[in-house]
Nanobody
Framework: QVQLVESGGGLVQAGGSLRLSCVVSGRIYSSYVMGWFRQDPGKERDFVAAVTWSRGNTYYADPVKGRFTISRDNAKNTVYLQMNSLKAEDTAVYYC?????????????????WGQGTQVTVSS
């Protein structure tokens, strides 16, 4: 069993930056893929970014390319999402997710474990 705990959300003005953290506890295998998703009320949970636990390969959704950076610190069992040049449309609850089967994936149903979410609000 894996537990994920996010932190770092908050209120920021448009153009500003935030860094989200996701602490991972439990047994983590090299095949794991870690992802960030976001969700507005009444909408589907959308893929933001993913990183492979072993090699650090990354993948981004088009709306955040060039602005967000996903990374992981294996020694600290932590995944980060650095968000720069934030826009009002980035406002959402952000969720950390883990997939144990390997392979970069962009659909929420392909992930096995989820955190509780952290709210990010960008004021325009």
């Amino acid at each position: 069993q894996v537990q994920l705990v996010e932190s770092g959300g908050g209120l920021v003005q448009a153009g500003g930056s935030l860094r989200l953290s996701c602490v991972v506890s439990g047994r983590i295998y090299s095949s794991y893929v870690m992802g960030w998703f976001r969700q507005d009320p009444g909408k589907e949970r959308d893929f933001v970014a993913a990183v492979t636990w072993s090699r650090g390969n990354t993948y981004y959704a088009d709306p955040v390319k060039g602005r967000f950076t996903i990374s992981r610190d294996n020694a600290k069992n932590t995944v980060y999402l650095q968000m720069n040049s934030l826009k009002a449309e980035d406002t959402a609850v952000y969720y950390c997710a883990a997939r144990y089967r390997g392979g970069l994936a962009t659909r929420s149903l392909e992930y096995d474990y989820w955190g509780q979410g952290t709210q990010v609000t960008v004021s325009s």
